[in-house]
């Protein structure tokens, strides 16, 4: 069984910095995507961004274009977040995903129990 394990949250003011890190354990199919997700209050989960097997695809919410750089170390198993200039929006839970692939179809899937990242000021 897959078990993805985020660090990395905390408090920051706006313009501020974080680095998320998903470490994956367990059995992974050999072609997944990557990719964190967030939660505010009150909203839906909402995809901030992904990244294919190889690294060499991203996908990136408007909101977050030019600030957030995702990224994945295939040796430790690891996803990371850079998030630059944060604002208060950019408030919630963060998620760590991955979704196996066959043939183009998501055939697992598996989800963190998410980070906290607050912006205040």
């Known amino acids: 069984q897959v078990q993805l394990v985020e660090s990395g949250g905390g408090l920051v003011q706006p313009g501020g910095s974080l680095r998320l890190a998903c470490a994956a354990s367990g059995s992974i199919f050999r072609s997944n995507v990557m990719g964190w997700y967030r939660q505010a209050p009150g909203k839906q989960r909402e995809l901030v961004a992904n990244?294919?097997?190889?690294?060499?695809?991203?996908l990136y919410a408007d909101s977050v274009k030019g600030r957030f750089t995702i990224s994945r170390d295939n040796a430790k198993n690891t996803m990371y977040l850079q998030m630059n200039s944060l604002k208060p929006e950019d408030t919630a839970v963060y998620y760590c995903n991955v979704r196996e692939i066959v043939a183009g179809s998501t055939v697992g899937e598996y989800w963190g129990q998410g980070t906290q990242v607050t912006v205040s000021s």
């Open positions: 990244i294919n097997t190889g690294g060499s695809i991203t």
